[in-house]
């Protein structure tokens, strides 16, 4: 995952061609027709190298094309007008989101339009489409730029306000290995489950004996403090993602992710119990990557019978 701090930029202009190489900078090759006396652009974006996030601003009508290699677009539009073709093909910007796929030629028309968009890196939606898929030959393809349904819109946006709020803009969060690379793949994996993709499970569930589970929770407990995904578990497990998801709601009673937070969940416990003058629970959450600290504070309370506060100050177990 990427590691590169985020970039954040600002512009307002009502210069062209200043825009338009702005505009380049986002999205690679852009051609600006000339607008009318009104145009005015302005912009808010932060930037990694596998994401981009912002907020653009057009006063009167604008024409452009703009290809985006290697670049998926999730677009929203939040008022104003904005029209959209990639190729022959139009594409519905009514939806709450839409999807830009990249290699295409886009052309747009907008009028005062106020626009969202997150540009994702397409290497990483496909390496978490192989995960996902147990298949690490998988080619990602899009079927449409219309979302699955509402519910995968809401989940899509709880996703995207995460990875804007909790990650970019939090500079400690996002130098956290942990959190950053998962946050990345919520997005990731809710963007796959958003629109409609060749990507399909593994139907060669290998059955996995217990030696691969031990193979799978020695891997864990080994690299707790480290990003790791199912696909890793499965790796060192030396079985494919679906048997070891199978094989531990046989043996384990549980899948392998809920495993890797329990243990998270024991170490932090362990910390806190260890815990020097002046540590915080935030600190000893966010080493195991709990973003959420009133997430991991439920959860802890559920596991251990107590707040994590408490047992920071060495108090006893709730009756």
Do not use: C
Not at 2 to 31: K, Q
Not at 174 to 179: E, F, M, T, V, Y
Not at 188 to 212: G, I, K, M
């Amino acid at each position: 995952m990427a590691e590169r701090e985020p970039t954040r930029t600002a512009m307002e202009s009502r210069d062209p061609e200043l825009v338009a190489e702005r505009m380049r900078a986002l999205w690679s090759d852009v051609r600006l027709a000339p607008p009318g006396p009104d145009f005015a652009f302005s912009e808010r974006v932060v930037a990694t190298d596998e994401l981009a996030v912002g907020r653009v601003r057009f006063v009167g009508r604008v024409s452009a094309q703009l290809e985006h290699p290697g670049l998926v677009v999730v677009g929203r539009v939040r008022s104003g007008h904005h029209a959209l073709t990639a190729g022959n093909q139009a594409i519905d910007t009514s939806q709450p989101v839409w999807l830009a796929l990249p290699d295409r030629l886009n052309a747009m028309q907008q009028e005062n339009a106020d626009l969202e968009f997150f540009n994702i890196d397409f290497a990483l939606l496909e390496e978490v489409a192989r995960e996902l898929a147990g298949d690490d030959r998988l080619r990602l393809l899009f079927e449409d730029s219309k979302p699955i349904s509402d519910a995968a819109v809401r989940h899509w946006i709880l996703a995207a306000r995460h990875v804007q709020q909790e990650l970019l803009g939090n500079p400690e969060v996002w130098a956290n290995p942990i959190l950053r690379a998962d946050g990345l793949r919520a997005l990731a994996v809710a963007t796959l489950q958003l629109f409609p993709t060749n990507l399909e499970p593994d139907d060669s569930a290998a059955r996995a004996d217990p030696p691969a589970i031990r193979r799978a929770k020695r891997f864990i407990e080994e690299n707790l403090d480290k990003s790791i995904s199912a696909q890793d578990i499965a790796t060192a497990a030396r079985v494919s993602l679906r048997g070891l998801q199978s094989a531990f709601r046989r043996h384990a009673g549980e899948s392998p992710t809920s495993y890797l937070r329990r243990a998270r969940l024991d170490a932090a416990h362990a910390d806190l119990l260890a815990a020097q003058p002046g540590t915080s629970v935030e600190q000893i959450a966010r080493r195991w990557g709990f973003a959420h600290l009133g997430r991991f504070a439920h959860d802890y309370r559920v596991a251990f019978g107590r707040l994590p506060s408490a047992t920071l100050r060495g108090e006893s177990r709730e009756s």
